[in-house]
């Protein structure tokens, strides 16, 4: 899996906000967003609405259950697919 294979649609509770999920061989879900409240940078800024995946250049991912790690680049996100499976 990589960054370009996500597919992005609305976040189902934060509006302004994107969302993708992928299951890694291990099983663990991985969680992709952006958005107004997340640990996310935008076009409209940091923190602010993001309504399109060209639009933003850092992300917020949650690996399973674990902590958040906020501000990944697409090429971060690439690397915690890697150490995913």
């Known amino acids: ?3 370009k294979n996500l597919n992005f649609e ?7 906000a ?9 099983g663990k879900r991985i969680s992709v967003v952006a958005g107004v409240g997340l640990y996310s940078t935008s076009r409209a800024g ?18 399973g259950d674990g902590e958040v790690i906020g501000w990944q680049s697409r090429e971060q996100i690439n690397e915690i697919f ?4």
């Open 10 to 16: 609305d976040h189902p509770v934060i509006p302004d």
């Open 82 to 85: 890697e150490k995913n499976g």
């Open 1 to 3: 899996m990589q960054f």
């Open 46 to 63: 940091v923190r602010k609405r993001a309504n399109n995946v060209e639009d933003v250049s850092s992300f917020e991912v949650m690996v």
């Open 18 to 26: 994107i969302q993708a999920t992928a299951v890694c061989d291990n």
